[in-house]
């Protein structure tokens, strides 16, 4: 097994909220990646008007924050 696909297997094995915090720590280790993706999240802010689109717009709000 490589060194990829055991960090993939410990990742399968990790609460949701833990896989949140992997997520933003990895992101803080490439800010290019970070700032691409929150320009991409701003160009589809208020795109969705129904009941999903609303709640994903808070949780970014939250990511934001």
Same mark, same amino acid.
């Given at each position: 097994?490589? $060194?990829?696909?055991?960090?993939?297997?410990? +990742?399968?094995?990790?609460?949701?909220?833990? +896989?949140?915090?992997?997520?933003?720590?990895?992101?803080? $280790?490439?800010?290019?990646?970070?700032?691409?993706?929150?320009?991409? +999240?701003?160009?589809?802010?208020?795109?969705?008007?129904?009941?999903?689109? +609303?709640?994903?717009?808070?949780? $970014?709000?939250?990511?934001?924050?």
């Amino acid at each position: 097994m490589t $060194l990829v696909e055991s960090i993939a297997n410990d +990742l399968r094995d990790l609460p949701n909220a833990k +896989l949140v915090e992997v997520a933003r720590f990895v992101r803080e $280790l490439v800010p290019e990646a970070s700032r691409r993706q929150r320009e991409a +999240l701003a160009k589809l802010k208020g795109a969705m008007g129904d009941e999903a689109g +609303l709640a994903i717009e808070e949780a $970014l709000k939250e990511e934001d924050a």
